[in-house]
């Protein structure tokens, strides 16, 4: 059964939701306490990017196998 057009707006405002929490400066805040995430300036470094875009891929890939949203 393919999605339907609910089912990808759904998806896109999860997505959008979790973007915004992954990508916020308090998360880079938080993961720089553990990791070098973030530089002497505030700015992403290169592995603190990589790091919340891998963050990200995991939780929309675990929202894809939730049932229902």
Do not use: C, E, Q
């Amino acid at each position: 059964m393919s999605p339907t057009s609910v089912d990808k707006w759904r998806y896109s405002l999860w997505s959008a939701l979790v973007f915004a929490l992954v990508s916020h400066p308090i998360a880079y805040s938080a993961t720089n306490r553990v990791f070098d995430s973030m530089s002497s300036t505030g700015n992403p470094t290169p592995f603190g990017l990589l790091l919340h875009t891998f963050v990200f891929f995991l939780v929309i890939r675990a929202m894809m196998s939730v049932k229902r949203l």
